[in-house]
């Protein structure tokens, strides 16, 4: 069962309707002069969106212009009178739902029909999404092993394509150690992952590490669980009660094969851990319903939709520390992976992450999650989609790209 005390932060961020960004894209290809409606924060954290998507935008359009205090960067704040009247001109509802009666009548009534309307949702989740996030909220995950005892189709760390792949116990240390001076020890959650981490022979001294580093953090160990029960009694040490006296949950992804997952929670119950399981390990509500696999598709020339990063469900928040850099996302944290094993040469830039020894302060993580990467153009997110149910991967690059 789910602590219900504990922060959803591990949970997808809500993300905005693809096809209203799709739309938004259209609409701001068609005019030469773009404004948006409105000058307040939340217009400002628009204005935001559009410069990574490098779309112009020259102002802001409001009822009665006045100083506006606002921090991102100056764009002036003109009147929606003067700007309905000038030629190729569009602008953008960025106001809520409540304040298009001062706007729309008008509009209307001067025949100006050149405005795009946001839905609330998508506005409110393109401000979440590039919203750096506060220390309690911050996460990262890292791989103990690459390689897995699986074979999952379309796996997004790309473990069944994996040789057997061990991060180095010394090499773990050293970064955590980094990354638990960066953050003075604080953070919102970190999870160990693979792969399958409970492969690695030196899983509960990761584990130590990470609970002497951060010893208030959520710490979470994510896996399929198919080793646990023979990790209780075993030459590594007992898993169940490291899990315990370092207060680490489980969280075990169900997959529809022949295991008894019954036993993994008697388990837990019987050393009072904290135990999710779950086909969908992201979901608010868990499920033990048939396992969807996801097919996240890649557009191989790098030139993928320049909005899809606003809908992506990894974007700032599935950050991934490997080898002493901290990545966007475990596709690009992995990309390597998929290279060898289709002879591709998908390209990892040095500004797709952070090199976590010439870090200072933790808000520069945050920084970085919020903010698109180079990488991110081979993410086809227009076609990322539910493909299946749970099958044995075949192996064959279909499995990642539309042929």
């Known amino acids: ?37 409105g000058a307040s924060e939340r217009q400002e954290a628009l204005l935001k969106f559009f410069d990574i998507c490098k779309i112009n935008i020259e102002g802001y359009a409001v009822t009665n212009p006045e100083e506006q205090c ?56 393109i401000i979440e999404q590039i919203k750096p996030r506060p220390i309690e909220e911050m996460t990262f995950e890292v791989s103990l092993a690459d390689h897995c005892n699986l074979s999952c189709q379309m796996c997004d760390h790309y473990s069944q394509l994996s040789p057997e792949w061990f991060v180095d116990i010394d090499t773990f240390e050293r970064d955590m150690k980094q990354m638990g001076k960066i953050f003075n020890h604080t953070i919102g959650a970190i999870t160990l992952v693979g792969g399958e981490p409970a492969l690695h022979k030196d899983i509960i001294k990761c584990m130590e590490i990470t609970r002497r580093e951060f010893p208030d953090g959520e710490l979470i160990l994510l896996t399929n669980g198919l080793l646990l029960l ?6 590594i040490g007992n898993i169940w009660e490291s899990c315990k006296r370092l207060n680490f949950y489980i969280t075990v992804t169900v997959y ?5 997952y019954k036993l993994l929670e008697e388990k ?18 868990l499920t033990k319903t048939a396992k969807i696999m996801d097919k996240h598709t890649m557009n191989l020339s790098r030139d993928a939709e320049v909005t899809g990063f606003a809908s992506c469900a990894y974007f ?9 850099r901290f990545y966007m996302c475990p596709v690009s944290a992995h ?27 933790w808000t520069e993580f945050a920084e970085f999650a919020a903010k698109r990467v180079p990488f991110c153009g081979y993410c086809d997110l ?14 064959e690059i279909d499995e990642y790209i539309d042929l």
């Not at 023979?230 to 030459?235: Q, R, V």
């Not at 529809?256 to 008894?260: N, V």
């Not at 227009?382 to 192996?395: A, D, F, I, L, V």
């Open 1 to 37: 069962m789910r602590n219900s005390n504990r922060k959803k932060i591990h949970i997808m961020n809500e993300t905005p309707h693809r096809y209203e960004l799709w739309d938004l894209l259209d609409f701001c290809n068609k005019y030469e002069h773009l404004y948006i409606c």
């Open 70 to 125: 606002l921090n991102y960067r100056k764009l002036p704040i003109v009147s929606i009178d003067e700007i309905i009247t000038q030629a190729n001109v569009g602008i953008i509802m960025g106001v809520s739902d409540r304040t298009y009666r001062s706007f729309i009548p008008k509009f209307r009534k001067a025949g100006f029909n050149n405005y795009f309307i946001m839905t609330e949702h998508s506005k409110n989740s």
């Open 230 to 235: 023979g990790l209780e009694d075993s030459p």
């Open 256 to 260: 529809p094969i022949k295991f008894d």
């Open 268 to 285: 837990a119950k019987e050393y009072g851990i904290a135990l999710a399981m779950s086909s969908n390990i992201h979901a608010d509500e």
């Open 316 to 324: 700032n928040k599935f950050n991934v520390l490997r080898e002493g």
């Open 335 to 361: 990309v390597n992976i998929f290279n060898d094993h289709f002879n591709q040469s998908l390209i990892l830039e040095e500004t797709d992450s952070l090199d976590i020894y010439n870090v200072e302060c």
């Open 382 to 395: 227009k076609n990322w989609r539910p493909h299946s149910q749970w099958r044995s991967s075949t192996k």
